[in-house]
């Protein structure tokens, strides 16, 4: 039994690389949790949405500007480095100021 998953579309870089201002991709998609890389081009929004589960934000390169709630009034500033949770069903959104490259985990319930 194998008890690593190899994760390798992994690509480092702050601008999406396909000309559209945003690409989501979906790295890992299993029982426990799902893993998606967001890059984003400056000046892109990531719409205001919600996820039905608890997540992670890890910022990999870039910068810009997440905000939650429902008027979306707390931020926090993404840099390099930069890691935040958010519980489930908070309304969000994060705006490029730079190349931004997010990466998003979404832990799902057992």
Avoid: W
């Avoid at 994760?7 to 426990?32: A, C, K, M, N, V």
């Avoid at 390169?61 to 908070?90: H, K, W, Y």
Wanted: charged residues 25%; negative net charge; aromatic residues 4%.
């Amino acid at each position: 039994m194998n008890h690593i998953t190899e994760i390798s579309r992994l690509t480092f870089g702050s601008e999406p690389d396909d000309g559209r201002d945003l690409h989501p991709e979906q790295l890992f998609d299993g029982p426990y949790r799902r893993v998606l890389q967001i890059k984003m081009r400056e000046g892109a929004v990531l719409k205001k949405h919600k996820a039905a589960e608890p997540i992670t934000v890890l910022c990999l390169a870039g910068n810009g500007t997440f905000r939650a709630g429902p008027d979306l009034e707390d931020s926090c500033q993404l840099t390099e480095g930069t890691m935040i949770t958010l519980e489930a069903e908070v309304e969000h959104e994060a705006v490029a100021e730079s190349g931004l490259h997010l990466l998003v985990t979404k832990f799902k319930a057992a």
